[in-house]
């Protein structure tokens, strides 16, 4: 969401407020994966990640090509796979970073 706000300066307030509230959320978690990772002894940048995601969104030609690639793209896909990581985790025994994703696909 920061990279919408560099590459397309100056966005409608509308557009400028949702990708705030989005920074504000995915600040939040990424302060638990970091949280997360400590308990479990892992280091920021120690694991390597994957671009497979970007490559998948394509060109960015506007701004809410760019909010949308990624929200459908990044958003999505965690909720896709909550539920198989979620069972990947309890399958090796560890019950408290499976029991971290149970909120988000809990029906209410």
């Not at 509230?21 to 308990?39: E, G, N, V």
């Not at 990640?49 to 990044?74: H, I, K, M, Q």
């Amino acid at each position: 969401m920061a990279l919408a706000l560099l590459r397309f300066p100056g966005p409608p307030l509308p557009f400028a407020a949702g990708v705030w509230q989005t920074l504000k959320a995915s600040r939040f978690i990424s302060r638990l994966y970091l949280q997360r990772m400590q308990q479990c002894g892992i280091e920021f940048g120690e694991l390597p990640v994957s671009g497979y995601f970007w490559a998948l969104r394509g060109p960015d030609g506007e701004p809410a090509g760019l909010r949308a690639g990624l929200c459908l793209t990044f958003e999505q896909a965690n909720l896709d796979f909550c539920r198989h990581f979620t069972r990947g985790f309890q399958a090796v025994g560890d019950s408290d970073t499976a029991g971290c994703a149970r909120p988000y696909f809990t029906c209410r």
